[in-house]
Every structure is written in C-alpha cells, then in structure tokens.
C-alpha cells in the first residue's frame, strides 16, 4: 500500500528553527510537495522537490533523498503567522497526489 | 495566475436537501479537477478525480450518486452532495490541474465549508 508519515504535532518557538519530517512508500514517486494549511482554509504550495537534495525558498527550504524516501521541511526564524498544518504530499506514478496527515505546528513567544 | 475559485465559501442547509458547490479555474484550463473533503483536524481526503467531458473517478469508499461531479467544461465543475445529512457537514475543496499551468502542481480553491442541519 501506499503511505506518508509524518508527526502529528510539533511545538517551537518563535524564531527559532523546526524541522518537520516526512517518509513515504508509494507505488512510483513523481516529486514530493509541502503545503501549508491554516485552519479553515485550502493548502497553499511551499515547495516541490523531484531531485535529491535541498531548496531554498527565503525562510522555508525543502529537502528530498529518495534512495531514503524520505523529505524534510525547514523552517527558519520562526514567526507566529507559521502556525499551521504542514501536508507532505507524494505525486505516484499516475500523477496523484497521495497526501500525509499533516502535521500541525505550534508556535509559541 | 493559476487561480481557483469555489462558491460558495459556505452553506448551511436542511437535512436531506442537496448543495451544489461550484469550482472554477479562472485564468487556465483544468483539464483535470479533483475534489476533495476534510474533516476537523484531519488530512485531505480525495473524493473524486474527473477530466473534462468525462465520467469522474471516484475513490474506494465515496457514493457517486450521493456526490455527483460534473465537469463539463475547462473552466467548469461541479460537486452537487444530494439529500444531505449531518455526517455530511465538512470542507470540501477542489483543486486543478491543466494547461498552462505546471502539469504536476494542483491549484487549490479557498474550500466551501459545509453544515448540514
């Protein structure tokens, strides 16, 4: 089967650093996404990685070894506005996006 | 660019009456439209994937007669949840796939919060 894991919660403070894992195993891999949630609205794109390695996109980066299948998501200098859910979302090999549970970062003064 | 438009941005409606959620790609075509459901504190759950002018797919689990997707145009697809119930009550967002745009990425639409009385 299919299946994205990630922790379900994870607490840090503000403008700190977290780093926010995921691991997957699915039937083929076309690239790996990070989206943010707020609560009560839709997923918003943070990233798309397809090559091993890391992205750097201002505060946020995203990282992808898939030999490991696994990714992380970097959060640098922390501001409250970042709490939110964080979904990993892996493209398989029909180009669905098979989605983790998210996890729900709190950010704490 | 890459804009998705949902409406409306919520209903609430009698028990066993039906809701028609409208799910527009305002600046490209979508080719293909998902949909999806989220419950409180939950991940996304896909629904439904439909491709213009065709049947939409649904996943193991979903009632195609009770959720009823159309798709008729590029722009253009619907997700009509008939005789409502309670348990129905939920965010339901749809996203977008197609031309001009990047072929991998889904564009997401605000979600349409559903409560069923």
């Known amino acids: 089967g299919q299946n994205i894991d990630q922790p379900t919660e994870m607490t840090a403070t503000e403008g700190a650093i977290v780093q926010i894992n995921c691991t997957y195993q699915t039937s083929g891999f076309n690239g790996l996404f990070w989206y943010q949630q707020h609560a009560g609205e839709a997923p918003t794109f943070l990233s798309y990685?397809?090559l091993d390695g890391l992205e750097e996109k201002g505060r946020f980066s995203s990282f992808l070894s898939r030999s490991k299948g696994y990714s992380y998501l970097l959060l640098k200098e922390l501001q409250m506005k970042d709490s939110a859910s964080y979904l990993c979302?892996?493209?398989?090999?029909?180009?669905?996006?098979?989605w983790g549970a998210g996890t729900k970062l709190i950010i704490k003064p | 660019g890459a804009v998705v438009s949902q409406h409306p941005s919520w209903v609430i409606c009698k028990s066993g009456t039906s809701v028609k959620i409208e799910c527009r790609s305002l600046d490209f075509q979508a080719t293909t439209m998902f949909w999806y459901r989220q419950f409180p504190k939950q991940s996304l759950m896909l629904m439904a994937t439909?491709?213009?002018?065709?049947?939409?797919?649904?996943e193991q689990g979903v009632e195609k007669d009770k959720f009823l997707i159309n798709h008729a145009s590029l722009t253009l697809s619907t997700l009509t949840v008939t005789s409502a119930h309670p348990e129905d009550s939920s965010f339901y967002i749809c996203s977008a796939r197609g031309a001009g745009t990047d072929f991998y990425e889904q564009y997401f639409g605000p979600g349409t919060r559903l409560t069923v009385t």
């Open positions: 990685n397809v």
């Open positions: 439909s491709n213009e002018g065709s049947k939409a797919t649904y």
């Open positions: 979302a892996v493209l398989d090999s029909n180009y669905q996006l098979i």
